[in-house]
């Protein structure tokens, strides 16, 4: 009889569809919600991911055309007028803020620390615009795996449930529900994992281009 009830148990598992798709819209309400957490968190991370690959890619590339252009040009202040209005480079843009502030003076006391405090706010300026997005990236990769583990919490509390209520302990009552925890879980870390690696690396892309920005300043205070 044991076996019967087995033998059929394995049955209605095997013949049930436990397609993402089918997890899903069987799923409890609340699992549906965490689901669905977890899909926007991990839609809006690659959207991150994928700009800022795009942006260190650029930024690196105009930085070091811009330096390079720099320090052949007879003096600032020509190069200056060589700049067009729309430039988006980051060091392009702490030069031009400098360089535009530095002429709009007419004492030319303490220039050096004018000019010092002037290129670090820009710098600060444009890191911001760099560092954007950081904090997204660093919420999903520390808050997913717990927003997924509720899921699973929640899931398993539903496989008990109907093994209360059905007095049913055979896998055709447990499994679905336990596909779904498990559902949760995957999506929680599928979301995690991206976001810390790309926070991690784009933490270290960031440290490397501000000290290249550092770099271009202190060598441009020599030549005022």
Same mark, same amino acid.
């Given at each position: %009889?044991?076996? *019967?009830?087995?033998?059929?148990?394995?049955?209605?598992?095997?013949? @049930?569809?436990?397609?993402?798709?089918?997890?899903?819209?069987? &799923?409890?309400?609340?699992?549906?919600?965490? !689901? #669905?957490?977890?899909?926007?968190?991990?839609?809006?991370?690659? &959207?991150? =991911?994928?700009?800022?690959?795009?942006? +260190?890619?650029?930024?690196?590339?105009?930085?070091?055309?811009?330096?390079?252009?720099?320090?052949?040009?007879? @003096?600032?202040? $020509?190069?200056?007028?060589?700049?067009?209005?729309? #430039?988006? *480079?980051?060091? /392009?843009?702490?030069?031009?803020?400098?360089?535009?502030?530095?002429?709009?003076?007419?004492?030319? $006391?303490?220039?050096?620390?004018? %000019? @010092?405090?002037?290129?670090?706010?820009? !710098?600060?300026?444009? %890191?911001?615009?760099?560092?954007?997005?950081?904090?997204?990236?660093?919420?999903?990769? $520390?808050?997913?795996?717990? =927003?997924?583990?509720?899921?699973?919490?929640?899931?398993? %509390?539903?496989?008990?449930?109907?093994? &209360?209520?059905?007095?049913?302990?055979?896998?055709? !009552?447990? /499994?679905?529900?336990?596909?779904?925890?498990?559902?949760?879980?995957?999506?929680?870390?599928?979301? &995690?994992?991206? /976001?810390?690696?790309?926070?991690?690396?784009?933490?270290? *892309? $960031?440290?490397?281009?501000?000290?290249?920005?550092?770099?271009?300043?202190?060598? +441009?205070?020599?030549?005022?």
């Amino acid at each position: %009889m044991e076996a *019967d009830i087995t033998t059929q148990a394995v049955g209605l598992v095997s013949n @049930s569809d436990f397609s993402l798709l089918n997890l899903f819209l069987k &799923a409890d309400v609340v699992v549906k919600l965490v !689901i #669905i957490t977890l899909i926007i968190c991990s839609i809006y991370s690659w &959207a991150v =991911i994928i700009e800022k690959l795009r942006l +260190f890619k650029k930024i690196n590339k105009s930085s070091d055309e811009f330096e390079k252009k720099f320090w052949n040009s007879k @003096s600032a202040e $020509s190069f200056l007028s060589t700049l067009p209005e729309n #430039i988006q *480079d980051p060091m /392009a843009l702490v030069f031009k803020d400098a360089m535009e502030n530095l002429l709009k003076r007419k004492t030319k $006391s303490d220039l050096d620390k004018k %000019m @010092s405090l002037m290129l670090e706010i820009g !710098i600060e300026k444009e %890191m911001l615009k760099i560092d954007k997005g950081f904090t997204l990236l660093a919420t999903v990769g $520390s808050t997913t795996p717990f =927003i997924g583990l509720f899921g699973t919490v929640w899931g398993i %509390m539903n496989s008990f449930q109907s093994i &209360a209520i059905s007095r049913n302990t055979s896998l055709a !009552i447990v /499994a679905p529900g336990i596909a779904e925890a498990l559902f949760a879980t995957a999506l929680g870390l599928l979301a &995690a994992i991206p /976001a810390v690696v790309a926070y991690n690396k784009f933490n270290k *892309d $960031s440290q490397k281009y501000f000290q290249k920005l550092d770099n271009f300043s202190k060598r +441009f205070l020599t030549i005022i």
